[in-house]
Structures are given as structure tokens and as C-alpha cells.
């Protein structure tokens, strides 16, 4: 499903984000992503979203070359394959949580956003919550809406950048208990870096970052 093969970035300030790294994701596996601060887990999550481009080395999802294709496709197959979660949750601060989903689906034009929305709201257990705006919201709810927006474009790939490190334990447990859920019932596949060890036996594999070399 993910190859990524002989990757390396190096910044135009000459830091070596990323040596070499390699690596095969099959579809529907659960992988977390660790290792130290400045390792380089943004860095690859980036590059394989097509979110950054790497200096050398390719990525392939589902045989098609992310690194070879130029901005507008690289915007429409994350549209229809990729979704990104982050620590904060960037939410529209002015609109409630069933507006945050349906304005991803009309843009994308979506025949019925709303419905899809609320299905996804009940999935995710915040069908109490659609009125509300983001402000109103537990960090865990404002985590699970953010994870709403990204299922409206229905994705075969998830990847989260320490998607629960802004929540204590038992949130963060919610979170990776719903992914599971997604991986089981959607097959999705999940790449997740995390610094929290707590979620280590969620994965059914962990690659480990060190000075921006894949240890395995
Ligand atoms: N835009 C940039 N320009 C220069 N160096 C950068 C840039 N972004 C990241 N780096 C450097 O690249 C290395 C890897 O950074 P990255 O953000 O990928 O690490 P990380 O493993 O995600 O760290 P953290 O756990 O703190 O989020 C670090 O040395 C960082 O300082
Ligand atoms: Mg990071």
C-alpha cells in the first residue's frame, strides 16, 4: 500500500532531517511512528502526505509515485486517499462542529454533506455536540471533530502527528480505541507518531526514528 524507499531531506539550513529510511506499509495496518524529539517523524509524515518534498527517494501509495507528481495532482490524490490529524486540532473557530464537517464535504462537492456529517458525528459519539462551537469543547471532542473533517473525504490512509498529545491518558486511549475502530470497520491504514509509550501496544508495529535514521 506505502513504499518508501531510500528517503532523505535534508533543510535549506543544511539539517538532515531524514538518511535513507525505507520502508513497506501494508493496507489496514496500525503503525506508530517514535523516537526522540528532532528525529524526524514530522518530517517523513510530511513527505508522505505530499505535504513536503523530500531531496531524494520516492514514496509510492497504492503504485502511484506521490514524488513524481507535480502540485494539483499531488492535491487531488490526497484528496481522495490521504488525511492528516494534528496535535492541534485546527478547527473553524466560528463554526459548530456539524458546520466544521459539512463545509469539507461541499467543498469538495459532495452531493448530501449533511447526512454524511451526522453519521460520522454519531460514529465518533459527539451527536450531543453538532451545535457547539470548538471553543465548547473537551480537547478530546475537539480531537474526535477534527478526526470528523477528515473522514468526510472518506480516506484509505490516515496519518496523525501526535494526535493525542494534548490530551491526558484516558482521552488519548479514546482516540486510538476510535482509529482502531476505523482500521477494523474501513480498513484504513495508520501511520501515528506518538511520544507516548502508553500507546505502544496499540500498534501492530512500530518504526523507530533516530537522528532521522529508521532503526527498525
Ligand atoms: N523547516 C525546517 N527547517 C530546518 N530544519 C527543520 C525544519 N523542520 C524540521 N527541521 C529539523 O529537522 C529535524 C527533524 O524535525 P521533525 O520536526 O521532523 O522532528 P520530530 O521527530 O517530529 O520532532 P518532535 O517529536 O519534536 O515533533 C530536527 O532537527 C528539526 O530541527
Ligand atoms: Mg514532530
Redesign the pocket.
Known amino acids: 500500500m506505502i513504499i518508501v524507499e531510500n528517503l532523505s531531506k535534508v ?3 543544511g ?1 538532515k ?1 531524514l538518511k535513507w529510511v525505507s520502508f513497506r506499509v501494508s493496507q489496514g495496518e496500525f503503525i506508530g511512528l517514535m ?10 509524515l510530511h513527505i508522505i502526505a505530499g505535504l513536503e518534498k523530500p531531496t531524494s527517494g520516492s514514496v509510492f501509495i497504492e503504485g502511484k509515485e506521490l514524488t513524481a507528481m507535480n502540485e494539483d495532482q499531488l492535491s487531488e490524490f490526497r484528496k481522495n486517499n490521504i488525511a492528516f490529524i494534528f496535535q492541534f486540532y485546527y478547527l473553524l473557530e466560528d463554526f459548530s462542529v456539524l458546520e466544521n464537517l459539512t463545509i469539507v464535504g461541499e467543498l469538495a462537492g459532495q452531493k448530501s454533506p449533511k447526512k454524511k456529517a451526522l453519521e460520522i458525528l454519531d460514529f465518533l459519539r459527539l451527536s450531543h455536540r453538532i451545535n457547539h462551537k470548538p471553543y465548547q469543547l473537551s480537547g478530546g471532542e475537539q480531537q474526535r471533530t477534527a478526526i470528523g473533517r477528515a473522514l468526510m473525504l472518506s480516506p484509505k490512509i490516515i496519518l496523525a502527528d ?1 494526535p493525542t498529545g494534548n490530551l491526558d491518558l484516558e482521552e488519548g486511549k479514546k482516540i486510538f480505541e476510535l482509529f482502531l475502530e476505523l482500521r477494523k470497520q474501513r480498513g484504513i491504514t495508520f501511520i501515528i ?1 506518538t ?1 507516548n509509550q502508553e500507546m505502544r501496544n496499540y500498534f501492530d508495529r512500530i518504526l523507530r ?1 533516530k537522528d ?1 535514521i529508521l532503526e527498525g
Open positions: 533543510y535549506p539550513d539539517t532531517a523516537g526522540p524529539s528532532g528525529s524526524g517523524k514530522s518530517t517523513l501526535e507518531a511520544h526514528l532521522g
